[in-house]
Structure formats: C-alpha cells, structure tokens
C-alpha cells in the first residue's frame, strides 16, 4: 500500500509561481512512476505531467510545457510539480499518483494507470 500527501497549494496572483510537493510512504520511491492530475470545478480531472520510477523521464501536457516541471527527489520519497507563470486556467485540484513499476522508462499519463492517490491540494490562480 502506497499512501500520498500533497502539499504547496494556495492562492495567488497570474504570472506567480509555487511549488507542489507529495510525500509518499509504504513503498520504495524509486519503484514508483508517478504523475501530477488536476480537477477544476465541473470539469473532469486531467493529466499535467508524469515521470518515471527514477524520474529520468517526464511527460507534459501540452498547455503547461515549459512552466511546469515535474521532479522526483528519492531520497526524500517527494514528488514535486514546479509550477511558473500561472494562469487563471490552472485554477484546480491538484492529485498525484503513483503506480509500481519495475523499469524506468515507464511513464503513464491516464488516470486509470495509477494505482494510489493522494487527497489533492487546491491551487487558485486569480487578480
């Protein structure tokens, strides 16, 4: 069993920047491909970024490509999601996720592929 806690949401102002953190247990970091989703109201959820067990690969959304970074700290059992030049549109819950693998080229960008979530943390993006 892998429990996740995000961390880092917030409100802020378009153009600012803030860090996600999600701190995973239960499991041995390195062997997780992890990814960043996000729900904003009445919307269905959404795939942000993924990457692999050993965090050598990452994957975008095309809308957040270079102002969104996702990173994996294994020592620290963290996944982060840097998030720069906000928009209003990023307004959202904000979910990571975590599947077992055994390579590290795997990645995965569909909910369904993930295996354990975390509660979420909201991130407001508004003048």
């Known amino acids: 069993q892998v429990q996740l806690v995000e961390t880092g949401g917030g409100s802020v102002q378009p153009g600012d920047s803030l860090i996600l953190s999600c701190v995973a247990s239960?499991?041995?970091?390195?062997?997780?491909?992890m990814g960043w989703f996000r729900q904003a109201p009445g919307k269905e959820r959404e795939f942000v970024a993924a990457?692999?067990?050993?965090?050598?690969?990452?994957y975008y959304l095309d809308s957040v490509k270079g102002r969104f970074t996702i990173s994996k700290n294994n020592a620290k059992k963290t996944l982060y999601l840097q998030m720069n030049s906000l928009k209003p549109e990023d307004t959202a819950e904000y979910y990571c996720?975590?599947?077992?693998?055994?390579?590290?080229?795997?990645?995965?960008?569909?909910?369904?592929?993930?295996?354990?979530w975390g509660p979420g943390t909201q991130v407001i993006v508004s003048s």
């Open positions: 239960g499991r041995t970091f390195s062997e997780l491909a």
């Open positions: 990457t692999s067990g050993y965090g050598t690969i990452q």
């Open positions: 996720a975590a599947r077992p693998v055994s390579d590290d080229t795997v990645y995965y960008v569909g909910d369904k592929q993930y295996d354990y």
